[in-house]
């Protein structure tokens, strides 16, 4: 039996580390895969990227921690008689780079062979990738991933953007705040990748968030909850105003004060949709390539049969503009299409990458999710509490684990009690617990508030009755 994969990571120090330009990455990731091959190596993929962020933090209306980095780093995978491995090395100097090759290549003998073990067939790349060598090069233009004025921010207008975050955190309620932390960031990364058997490609974007962490004082407990707010955006002018942020920051702290446990039961449950990215993990997780293999998924064999109710569609669309999943090919070099993952409760597709899917005699898809879309409904997430005769509105989860192979799942939960419509009061220390085959049936409805600030557009779901534990 084949053993699982093997990755060997090489990490060097960033002494003698060299900035290069678009076309002499590009040269010098073809050097390094020519060298691979000449040093023995059947096949051979190479990135080399350039990252570059600033992250600053306010706290006390000064500034407590800011951070700059620029880092280089090149990886290389190697495929050499049935056997892989894979390195990365910050040191970009081809005089470092000749012996951490051949080591690299070396050292790949001694693994154990595993015959599903190859580079992706050539008809799965895209034709004419984004390249700096030409190619559609603009795909990251059309699709807007890249800010062309991520450069021409000055520091203090950086600094500044923080600073009015904590301050309008505070603007009220000042003798129930504790403390704020506010922040700023924003980063730029591109790289370039090559592979032995044809392809070769450039990614590229930007990206900015910002938000504040509240803590207030909550006189009635003695406790002291705290909740943040915070918003990414691939350009800094789609960020939320700074008094938005800092105000919801401040808001959402504010209403976990007397916070409780209820009464254990059974409840319907709102998830709101900016934390619903741990309710869909309970699916996404299973519907991996490497879980099917691996007997690790209840999704196994479940493809074209229904998972869930009529109200879930999912859909992995790597062509939105600013989006954050938006790519024209994926990790290993597979070429983005469109596809419906769930539609209406039947499952379509898997996401299978080139190796799990020789394994399992599957045709590849891409072993990861670029924007992950829902279906939604026409009602607002107040129009669904407004109906809501009794239950929880989730707002948060603090902890807790799934079991990919039986569905089984227990979270740690925050939230808002409802009745009758009406926000009743905060509720914490609580766990929702059951299955992921039973939970996904008991989907009742989707908001019309899909997430903007991330990869993952979830917008707030209704589920019915689901196990609460409390007192």
Not at 5 to 21: D, F, L, Q
Not at 26 to 36: K, Q, Y
Not at 55 to 72: A, N
Not at 173 to 201: A, K, L, P, Q
Request: hydrophobic letters at 30%.
């Amino acid at each position: 039996m084949s053993p699982p994969a093997v990755a060997i990571v090489t990490h060097s120090k960033n002494k003698g580390k060299e900035k290069v330009s678009d076309n002499n990455r590009s040269a010098l990731a073809e050097w390094v895969m020519e060298s691979a091959l000449k040093s023995g190596a059947d096949q051979a993929a190479v990135s080399v990227s350039e990252h570059r962020s600033i992250s600053i933090e306010f706290r006390e209306k000064k500034i407590e921690q800011l951070t700059e980095s620029l880092q280089s780093s090149l990886s290389l995978e190697i495929y050499a008689d049935q056997r892989y491995s894979s390195h990365s090395t910050n040191d970009l100097r081809k005089e470092f780079l000749s012996g951490f090759i051949e080591k690299a290549v070396g050292m790949t003998a001694y693994l154990a062979q595993d015959e599903y073990r190859s580079l992706p067939d050539p008809k799965y790349y895209p034709k004419n990738p984004p390249s700096v060598n030409g190619g559609t090069g603009d795909f990251y233009t059309d699709f807007r991933l890249c800010d062309n004025h991520y450069d021409r921010i000055p520091a203090s207008r950086k600094i500044q953007t923080a600073a009015e975050i904590e301050e309008a955190a505070r603007a009220q309620d000042s003798d129930r705040i504790i403390s704020v932390t506010s922040w700023y960031s924003e980063s730029y990364s591109e790289s370039v990748r090559i592979h032995s058997n044809g392809f070769s490609g450039q990614a590229r974007g930007t990206g900015f968030s910002a938000g504040a962490e509240v803590t207030v004082r909550d006189e009635v407990s003695g406790g002291r909850p705290e909740e943040a707010f915070g918003a990414g955006s691939r350009f800094r002018n789609d960020l939320p105003d700074t008094q938005t942020l800092g105000r919801k920051a401040r808001e959402r702290a504010l209403r976990k004060i007397g916070q409780k446990k209820i009464v254990s039961g059974k409840y319907d449950m709102i998830v709101e949709n900016r934390v619903g990215s741990r309710m869909i993990s309970t699916l996404l997780g299973p519907m991996s390539g490497g879980a099917l293999q691996q007997k690790s998924s209840f999704l196994e064999g479940m493809a074209g049969k229904k998972i869930a109710s009529e109200k879930l569609t999912v859909i992995d669309e790597p062509f939105i503009e600013k989006g954050f999943g938006t790519r024209f090919f994926d990790g290993e070099g597979l070429k983005s299409e469109k596809r419906v993952m769930i539609e209406k409760g039947v499952l379509k597709h898997y996401y299978i990458d080139t190796y799990y899917g020789k394994k399992l005699g599957m045709e590849p898809t891409s072993g990861s999710a670029s924007n992950t879309i829902f279906d939604c409904g026409t009602n607002s997430p107040e129009t669904m509490i407004g109906n809501l005769k009794k239950g929880i509105w989730v707002t948060g989860f603090i902890g807790g684990n799934s079991n990919p192979t039986t569905g089984d799942f227990s979270f740690g939960i925050a939230g808002l009690l409802v009745e009758n419509g009406e926000i009743v009061r905060p509720v914490n220390e609580m766990n929702i617990s059951g299955n992921a085959k039973e939970l996904w049936h008991s989907l009742a409805e989707t908001g019309n508030d899909p997430y903007p600030y991330s990869g993952l557009r979830i917008p707030s779901m209704m589920f019915e009755r689901v196990s609460f534990s409390g007192i």
